[in-house]
């Protein structure tokens, strides 16, 4: 009985032993194996699991396989992740690079929306005045008044000088068609008058 009790003690101590040696085996392979990958750019998150995340995707180790992997096997699966995280890099890169062309190519649309839509505000308020002026649309793209044209195109992109000189011009000219008016209205009105009056007048 003292022999089987020594035999049995002898053999616990030795599983003891194995397994403290296995733990201690388990506990070097995670350090070096983890601290390699960190090294990397992989993250060794709270559990102790070490991962590369990223909109591309997501690689990388268990503890548990950081641990029991061999050597053969842990170097296969750690050049296959490196290449992945490479590749998803790239694609993280590319996604980047399309979301700033994205970004610019709808900053410039917004700025020429804003463009045309100050252009049309301008034009609109100039075909206005002008067609106040005496101005009637000739067709889709032009304003005319004795022979006067405007383009809308031109009339929109004028400088504002210019386009106030032209609305001088103009309502002085409206002032004299309406004077032109009045005396043939005038006129008119005298001749029908009897000759007697038109005596008086002339007088």
Known sequence: KIADAKFADDK????EEAQKQIDERKALNYEKRSFKLEKEGFTIEENGD????????KVGFT???LETLTKEEFDEKFKNSISLKSEFENAMAELAEKRK???IAEAERKNEE????AFNEKLSSRQTALQNLGFKRNNESQLINEGVVFE???????GESEFLSIIADATKRKAEIEKEKADAIEAERIQKLPEIQKAERYV
Do not use: R
């Open 12 to 15: 616990k101590k030795q599983e």
């Open 114 to 117: 804003e463009k045309q839509k």
């Open 50 to 57: 070490v991962w590369f995340v990223s909109e591309g995707g």
């Open 101 to 103: 062309a994205d970004a």
């Open 152 to 158: 809308f195109k031109v009339l929109g992109e004028m």
């Open 63 to 65: 503890k548990t396989s």
